[in-house]
């Protein structure tokens, strides 16, 4: 198995042309012609997940988060994404990071975020041509009043707090989502029929909403970290018998912490 097999697999489920042009979707360290014995899955690609890899057998990461995604000025290994590309090209690990083509590719992020919370008659939110698109919006099963549907995204998601605007006093039965940052889609989740819309990274002004609607700030991480259970999935449909494997510490994998 050679690194350019695995992102062809990759890049059938998400083209890497559908990222954005200011993304760096692809492979970040190694070569496409470098063999492969394990694939190791993990959300951002840090010193501790190489050093995982390398424990675990796998000789490439998959993560969604890229690795390199500003220019990098300097190595400095006290930097922590610094400390990954050097970790990475010491240990011979390549690594490929699917970030907004697979946000975008119908059954990636926010379908998993969709499906995650029980969605069903699941659409893309903002179609581009081709189809492909950010976010995703669908129907609850049956109506639920405001409040006992962040608690359904709460317990879906397994977090212990969400930042929402001022709860809506009919029930809500259809919801919006977009895994990571998504205050861009907020007309569109209105326009869509949506009741509530679920993403991260909300800033303060945005949470104020019309009457009927309203957003709810479930985190970053949360909303986008079902992802890797769908690229192992991916990989395993294609290639059954590889070596395979999610980050052992993919639940505490967020930078973010509740206090």
Not at 114 to 128: D, F, H, R, Y
């Amino acid at each position: 198995m050679k690194v350019k097999d695995i992102i062809a697999v990759i890049e059938e489920f998400a083209p890497a042309r559908l990222q954005e042009g200011y993304d760096n979707t692809g492979l970040q360290v190694g070569s496409p012609e470098q063999e492969v014995h394990g694939l190791l899955i993990g959300f951002d690609c840090t010193a501790a997940l190489v050093e995982e890899a390398v424990r675990r057998g796998c000789d490439m990461i998959l993560t969604h988060h890229p690795l390199i995604y500003h220019p990098i000025k300097n190595l400095y290994p006290e930097d922590p994404g610094a400390a990954a590309v050097i970790a990475a090209v010491k240990n011979g690990v390549a690594v490929y990071g699917c970030h907004t083509s697979v946000d975008k590719t119908p059954g990636g992020v926010s379908f998993a975020l969709a499906e995650k919370i029980g969605l069903q008659n699941i659409e893309v939110l903002s179609p581009e041509e081709g189809g492909a698109g950010f976010g995703a919006v669908g129907d609850l099963p049956g109506e639920l009043p405001a409040l006992q549907a962040v608690a359904l995204v709460k317990k879906a998601l397994g977090t212990p707090v969400v930042r929402c605007s001022a709860p809506i006093q009919g029930p809500v039965d259809r919801i919006a989502v977009c895994g990571g940052s998504g205050t861009s889609l907020i007309p569109a989740a209105r326009k869509a029929g949506a009741r509530m819309y679920v993403c991260g990274d909300i800033s303060y002004h945005y949470f104020f909403q019309p009457e009927g609607f309203m957003v709810v700030d479930a985190g970053h991480f949360e909303t986008e970290v079902e992802i890797t259970k769908v690229l192992l999935s991916v990989i395993r449909k294609k290639f059954p018998t590889f070596v395979s494997l999610i980050s052992e510490n993919i639940g505490k994998a967020n930078p973010v912490n509740y206090l």
